[in-house]
């Protein structure tokens, strides 16, 4: 059958298409990793608290969770491109609020609308992907917007750590926040051209619209193929509108209501569950924290650190896109959750040793300078505590000898300076780490500590193992990035059935939001709850607990069209390998390729289509055809415009872990408005990506996505240009929204576009994009760093990011609605306009759309003729498929986040940022979900996510256990001359790893003494003019040596000792390195797999009907756990340890395997149509019941695709 005219100009602007959507993923990453880099700056520029930082870093996630909840049956009733619309403007005006902010409740608004726009784009874009891509490629659709969220995270660290070089604090931070909105403003221009979902119009029979179906990412062949299939939606819409009883209230009902919904909903939600419980957010936003918890001290160096595990997320997941059709979603995503568990594990080792080699407090500070500090050493808090004790708290820090031959001996912790509104975490209250500018002594230093040779460390203890959480890091978010990072959403965006896809998403990322903010909001409280490295553990126990669920549960959809996923559902629970290869067979042989054979002298009728040869029966003899299933330049470009929103996501999510460097000093932020600042975007993405899927359905994906690319552009208008802590948080409210939005519909857009073959790595590259935002958000952060004026730097780094949206919007006008959206608004003429067709041929194509979108084998529960259908949550719980879809997306969403990803991602610049890994890591997901499977591919990705996170947890635990005591009293520096600061200090009585905990103490030491273990001081902070220093002691060896003290990173740290190390927020130990390389090692298996796979997932399992609300429900599921990851984070951290905190991850991501063993179903390879299939098997999967399944499968294909053949020949004769 030879091609359309101007066929090949067509594929090329479906690519296009698909590429504008798939960029939401970049806002959505940069916008959650954007704080983590600016928290360091903005914490001081605010001067936020632990429960402020862990607020604003959580927010964002807090807004997304409910927002993906209303997004799936927003995206129903106004269809998935107004859906994509509306997150990209809440993305725009969350970053224009988060870079305007002028104080933290600002940035904390900022954050809220990002949070919104992030919760609508994870619910609405997956379905939209998956409607949009044929089921060969949508896997790789489907991946590439996790993989562009790993590209936004990864832009954000680079941002960050670039815009850090501006000496102007207050404008540094801005550009950091701002940046990753760029691409919202290139999606807002091309939104016109954005096509709905021609599946969501044959559920609402509108198949009118000029773009749609004509941009399908599907070939000739498949546009005949597909024609049944968006027929059975639109009859399927039909019918339930004139049944007996009609479907009321939420949509997660009918999910719930059918076995294979329940089933669906519960694989995608654990997918995504899996993927956060892995720790990745809190290895990706706390990366900055974890750098300097590992000893770290350079802002800018930091900030580079924190580009790394971005740039490891981003290759990881651009790896794992490639493989999610190569090797399959099952395989892939379960070696990277393997691979990750033993990643996060090395990081809690590296910790474990850094803690362990910390010097213990042997110093009393008090007797220094013949006891001047007397009656403030004995008042001191942080007194007496080690280093490690030391780090954990804020207004302490660690001051010792480091060049003292009995260095082990010379320390102390003592309290940081405050005096009134001046606070100087460089420089001790007193004793030897107060700087001699800030004391009242007449001393002969004019510069550095009073003790010349004084070290001073404020929240983190010097050791040799730093580099440990910092290469384990890398090992993880790599790993993470390959399987985990993408392959939850993958399979969320196949498992579901159409009517229920939104509404299945809409679940599944909203447990995948909440998981993330789970994980980031106890991060820090975990830490210092149960130590660094008992968090890690926790997160590597949870990831190999989720590794054995999901070699269970979860099913291969690589290559098996999206109408037979619903085959793999139908099966036991409990997944077996050996009868899915069995069935694979007949999925081969259905694979949702039947077509319509036309020809011009006779009419063919169609008996089956592989992926090689086209098999068609003519009347009276058999002959072969064989012809190319192409994927065109056009439906490249489409896919690439699509999944390019990952971009925003992913840089504005990480790229304030780099810009908060210079952040937390720019506005003086304590932690609460740390966490306030990185949350907000989470809070706001969990909202809007639960309101996404009402919004797709209701406007349409490609609306949506628009609404995403404003969102995006003035998210980072706000974040940019603010002057207050509350402006940044606006602007990261908006960026929030934007993300909510983007990530409900770009995978459901992308689902909907891809071929069968290519569905799942297309939407991979959702979560791909992410990675490389997150990637670039390092960079970025890095680069930008070296500006001298700091108030530029950060601003710079909040506004890059949104480049890539800019782009994006001169593209949009040329993407086409999602045919199956179309389809399902009855929209005849949109339908056949995908097709290529004008005439009475194209409209009888376009009615065969509506007429198999309305023949859907995944029946509607209870409905009446009276009534009309809705598509909500409650519709979704009515049917047993889609209760199962809804189940599976939810599932896999929220331990994506409960692996702790979000506060891995924040935390990436303490342990030295690896993004560039969880981008290969991402990547690799993209390449290997269609080789390996959804199913595969995120088993292995959240089994390597545990490992992972157990190594973090063990390299936080030998930090602590290494830390430097509080032995050194800074109150006998320069002859007790500090004797009242170091009575009052409550810094003084911790270690270095206590000290390390308190946002108000840095540890002081003398690296260079005899005995280091005994020069360490747990000190205050100096204060000076309401400002708090974390680079100074509030006295003693550690303080400042001259008064004028600036803000740390921009200047030369002068103590009174000049021999001493300031450590604050972290111990210097020879462990450090141990974190490290868990955090990579969690970062490239959760890239992997449950990076990208979770999205696709979500995009795929629902219905047209309910693929936005689905989607939606998934973002919201997503949102609200990565928002308590990163609202907790700081809080856990503290409360638990930061091993403990990730050891708790361990155990979720250890969890969310088994269940996504038992549960997740495999979509590879199946189309949208016939994923109900796998529905309605047993809860826990079996795929020894595919065989039968694909068989009736076949049998049904072929009933409903031979009845349209003649009408529609004739209508071409």
């Known amino acids: 059958m030879a091609n359309a005219p101007g066929r090949n100009g067509s594929n090329t602007t479906s690519l296009i298409y698909l590429i504008v959507i798939v960029l939401t993923g970049f806002p959505i990453g940069y916008h959650i990793a954007a704080l983590s880099g600016a928290m360091l700056i903005v914490r001081e520029q605010f001067q936020l608290s632990n429960q402020w930082q862990e607020l604003l870093v959580s927010s964002t996630m807090f807004a997304a969770a409910p927002t993906c909840l209303f997004t799936g049956r927003l995206s129903d009733a106004l269809g998935r491109k107004k859906t994509m619309l509306l997150s990209w403007i809440f993305f725009a005006i969350g970053a224009i609020a988060c870079s305007a902010a002028n104080t933290k409740y600002v940035l904390l608004a900022g954050r809220i609308l990002l949070g919104i726009g992030l919760g609508i784009s994870c619910a609405a874009i997956p379905p939209y992907l998956t409607e949009m891509t044929r089921a060969h490629l949508r896997g790789i659709i489907l991946n590439l917007f996790p993989l562009l969220m790993t590209i936004g995270e990864w832009l954000a660290g680079a941002f960050a750590a670039a815009f850090s070089y501006i000496e102007n604090t207050n404008t540094n931070w801005r550009l950091m926040l701002s940046a990753g909105s760029f691409p919202i403003v290139f999606q807002l221009f091309c939104y016109p051209f954005i096509p709905e979902s021609p599946r969501w119009l044959a559920s609402k029979n509108k198949i009118c619209d000029p773009y749609s179906t004509r941009a399908s990412v599907r070939g000739d062949l498949e546009t005949n193929t597909s024609l049944s299939n968006i027929n059975q939606v639109a009859d399927q819409c039909q019918d339930e509108q004139s049944c007996s009883v009609n479907r009321k209230g939420?949509?997660?009902?009918?999910?719930?209501?059918?076995?294979?919904?329940?089933?669906?909903?519960?694989?995608?939600?654990?997918?995504?569950?899996?993927?956060?419980?892995?720790?990745?957010?809190?290895?990706?936003?706390?990366?900055?924290?974890?750098?300097?918890?590992?000893?770290?001290?350079?802002?800018?160096?930091?900030?580079?650190?924190?580009?790394?595990p971005a740039m490891t997320n981003f290759i990881g997941t651009a790896i794992g896109t490639y493989l999610v059709e190569k090797v399959g979603r099952r395989s892939t995503v379960i070696w990277s959750t393997a691979a990750s568990s033993a990643g996060v594990f090395v990081m809690g080792i590296g910790f474990s040793l850094i803690a362990s080699?910390?010097?213990?407090?042997?110093?009393?500070?008090?007797?220094?300078?013949?006891?001047?500090?007397?009656?403030?050493?004995?008042?001191?808090?942080?007194?007496?505590?080690?280093?490690?004790?030391?780090?954990?708290?804020?207004?302490?820090?660690?001051?010792?000898?480091?060049?003292?031959?009995?260095?082990?001996?010379?320390g102390a912790c003592v309290s940081i300076y405050r005096k009134g509104e001046t606070i100087n975490?460089?420089?001790?209250?007193?004793?030897?780490?107060?700087l001699s500018e800030l004391s009242n002594l007449n001393v002969t230093t004019k510069s550095g500590f009073l003790e010349p040779s004084a070290a001073f460390d404020y929240g983190y203890c010097a050791t040799s193992y730093f580099w440990i959480p910092i290469a384990a890091s890398i090992a993880f978010?790599?790993?993470?990035?390959?399987?985990?990072?993408?392959?939850?959403?993958?399979?969320?965006?196949?498992?579901?059935?159409?009517?229920?896809?939104?509404?299945?998403?809409?679940?599944?990322?909203?447990?995948?939001?909440?998981?993330?903010?789970?994980?980031?909001?106890?991060?820090?409280?975990?830490?210092?709850?149960?130590?660094?490295?008992?968090?890690?553990?926790?997160?590597?126990?949870?990831?190999?607990?989720?590794?054995?669920?999901?070699?269970?549960?979860?099913?291969?959809?690589?290559?098996?069209?999206?109408?037979?996923?619903?085959?793999?559902?139908?099966?036991p629970w409990i997944y077996k390998a050996k009868r899915h290869r069995t069935g694979r067979l007949d999925f081969a042989s259905s694979k949702t390729n039947y077509f319509l054979c036309l020809s011009y002298s006779t009419v063919m009728s169609c008996v089956w289509v592989d992926n090689e040869k086209k098999i068609c029966r003519k009347e009276g003899n058999m002959e072969k055809k064989p012809e190319e299933d192409k994927w065109t330049c056009r439906q490249k470009l489409i896919t690439a415009a699509t999944v390019m929103m990952g971009f925003p996501i992913g840089y504005n999510s990480t790229i304030v872990s780099g810009a908060m460097l210079i952040l937390q000093e720019q506005f003086y932020l304590n932690t609460l408005w740390?966490?306030?600042?990185?949350?907000?975007?989470?809070?706001?993405?969990?909202?809007?990506?639960?309101?996404?899927?009402?919004?797709?359905?209701?406007?349409?994906?490609?609306?949506?996505?628009?609404?995403?690319?404003?969102?995006?552009?003035?998210?980072?208008?706000?974040?940019?240009?603010?002057?207050?802590?509350?402006?940044?948080?606006?602007?990261?409210?908006?960026?929030?929204?934007?993300?909510?939005?983007?990530?409900?519909?770009?995978?459901?857009?992308?689902?909907?576009?891809?071929?069968?073959?290519?569905?799942?790595?297309?939407?991979?590259?959702?979560?791909?994009?992410?990675?490389?935002?997150?990637?670039?958000?390092?960079?970025?952060?890095?680069?930008?760093?070296?500006?001298?004026?700091?108030?530029?730097s950060w601003r710079l780094m909040l506004a890059i990011g949104t480049l890539p949206v800019v782009a994006q919007l001169f593209v949009l006008p040329l993407i086409p609605e999602s045919k199956e959206w179309l389809a399902s608004k009855n929209q005849i003429r949109g339908a056949a306009e995908h097709y290529g067709e004008n005439n009475a041929s194209?409209?009888?194509?376009?009615?065969?759309?509506?007429?198999?979108?309305?023949?859907?084998?995944?029946?509607?529960?209870?409905?009446?003729?009276?009534?009309?259908?809705?598509?909500?949550?409650?519709?979704?719980?009515?049917?047993?498929?889609?209760?199962?879809?809804?189940?599976?997306?939810?599932?896999?969403?929220?331990?994506?986040?409960?692996?702790?990803?979000?506060?891995?991602?924040?935390?990436?610049?303490?342990?030295?940022?690896?993004?560039?890994?969880?981008?290969?890591?991402?990547?690799?997901?993209?390449?290997?979900?269609?080789?390996?499977?959804?199913?595969?591919?995120?088993?292995w990705s959240a089994a390597g996510s545990t490992v992972g996170l157990i190594i973090m947890g063990v390299g936080f635990s030998l930090i602590a256990n290494s830390s430097l005591p509080s032995l050194y009293n800074e109150d006998s520096f320069v002859n007790g001359r500090f004797d009242n600061f170091a009575e009052k200090d409550p810094c003084r009585a911790f270690g270095c790893d206590e000290c390390s905990y308190r946002p108000d103490c840095g540890f002081c030491f003398m690296p260079t003494a005899r005995n280091v273990s005994s020069s360490g001081s747990c000190v205050s902070l100096y204060r000076s003019k309401g400002y708090e220093f974390i680079d100074y002691a509030a006295y003693g060896r550690c303080s400042p040596k001259f008064k004028n003290a600036t803000i740390a990173g921009k200047k030369e740290i002068n103590y009174l000792n000049p021999k001493v190390v300031f450590d604050y927020g972290f111990c210097s130990t020879s462990y450090s390195w141990v974190p490290v390389a868990g955090s990579l090692v969690f970062l490239c298996a959760f890239s992997v797999g449950f990076s990208g796979v979770p999205w696709a997932v979500n995009a795929e399992l629902y219905p047209t009907w309910a693929r936005s609300m689905g989607?939606?429900?998934?973002?919201?599921?997503?949102?609200?756990?990565?928002?308590?990851?990163?609202?907790?984070?700081?809080?856990?951290?503290?409360?638990?340890?930061?091993?403990?905190?990730?050891?708790?991850?361990?155990?979720?991501?250890?969890?969310?395997?088994?269940?996504?063993?038992?549960?997740?179903?495999?979509?590879?390879?199946?189309?949208?149509?016939?994923?109900?299939?796998?529905?309605?098997?047993?809860?826990?999967?079996?795929?020894?019941?595919?065989?039968?399944?694909?068989?009736?499968?076949?049998?049904?294909?072929?009933?409903?695709?031979?009845?349209?053949?003649?009408?529609?020949?004739?209508?071409?004769?």
């Open 250 to 308: 939420n949509g997660f009902i009918a999910l719930l209501k059918n076995r294979e919904g329940r089933k669906a909903l519960l694989l995608g939600c654990s997918l995504q569950l899996i993927q956060q419980l892995s720790g990745v957010a809190c290895v990706l936003f706390y990366s900055g924290s974890i750098a300097k918890m590992s000893g770290v001290k350079d802002n800018t160096i930091a900030m580079w650190f924190g580009s790394l």
């Open 357 to 410: 080699t910390s010097m213990p407090a042997g110093y009393d500070e008090g007797l220094f300078l013949n006891g001047t500090f007397m009656s403030l050493a004995a008042n001191d808090k942080c007194a007496l505590l080690g280093c490690d004790a030391c780090s954990y708290e804020s207004i302490c820090g660690f001051c010792y000898l480091p060049q003292s031959q009995d260095s082990a001996q010379s």
């Open 425 to 434: 975490p460089n420089s001790a209250l007193y004793g030897r780490c107060l």
């Open 477 to 571: 978010l790599f790993v993470f990035a390959l399987g985990l990072s993408g392959i939850p959403w993958t399979v969320n965006g196949e498992i579901y059935p159409n009517w229920a896809r939104s509404m299945g998403n809409s679940a599944s990322s909203f447990v995948n939001i909440f998981g993330c903010l789970v994980t980031t909001l106890t991060f820090l409280s975990l830490s210092t709850a149960i130590t660094r490295q008992g968090v890690y553990y926790l997160y590597a126990a949870l990831t190999a607990l989720s590794t054995g669920y999901l070699y269970m549960v979860l099913p291969e959809t690589k290559g098996i069209g999206i109408d037979d996923i619903e085959v793999l559902l139908q099966g």
């Open 674 to 792: 740390m966490q306030l600042i990185t949350g907000v975007i989470i809070a706001a993405a969990t909202v809007f990506g639960l309101l996404a899927g009402w919004l797709n359905e209701l406007l349409g994906r490609k609306r949506l996505i628009s609404a995403c690319c404003i969102l995006f552009i003035v998210g980072a208008v706000l974040t940019s240009t603010s002057n207050g802590k509350q402006a940044l948080v606006m602007g990261r409210l908006v960026q929030g929204m934007a993300a909510g939005i983007a990530t409900t519909t770009v995978p459901a857009y992308t689902a909907e576009l891809a071929p069968l073959h290519l569905r799942g790595a297309l939407i991979t590259l959702f979560p791909l994009c992410m990675s490389i935002g997150q990637l670039v958000s390092g960079l970025s952060a890095a680069s930008l760093s070296y500006l001298e004026d700091g108030n530029i």
């Open 842 to 939: 194209g409209e009888t194509l376009g009615r065969a759309k509506i007429k198999t979108t309305r023949t859907s084998k995944w029946a509607l529960p209870t409905c009446t003729p009276k009534n009309d259908s809705k598509g909500g949550i409650a519709d979704l719980l009515k049917l047993r498929e889609t209760r199962r879809s809804l189940l599976i997306g939810c599932s896999v969403v929220m331990f994506q986040q409960l692996t702790g990803v979000t506060c891995v991602l924040y935390v990436k610049h303490c342990i030295i940022s690896v993004n560039k890994h969880q981008c290969l890591g991402a990547a690799a997901g993209t390449c290997l979900i269609e080789r390996c499977g959804r199913r595969n591919l995120i088993l």
């Open 1111 to 1213: 989607a939606s429900a998934a973002t919201f599921v997503n949102c609200v756990f990565c928002w308590i990851t990163a609202s907790t984070f700081l809080s856990l951290s503290t409360a638990i340890t930061r091993h403990g905190l990730f050891f708790l991850f361990a155990s979720f991501s250890a969890a969310g395997s088994i269940l996504m063993y038992l549960i997740l179903p495999e979509t590879k390879g199946i189309s949208m149509e016939d994923i109900q299939a796998l529905l309605k098997q047993s809860w826990i999967w079996n795929p020894r019941k595919l065989t039968s399944s694909a068989a009736s499968i076949t049998r049904t294909k072929r009933q409903d695709y031979l009845p349209y053949a003649n009408e529609v020949s004739v209508c071409r004769l």
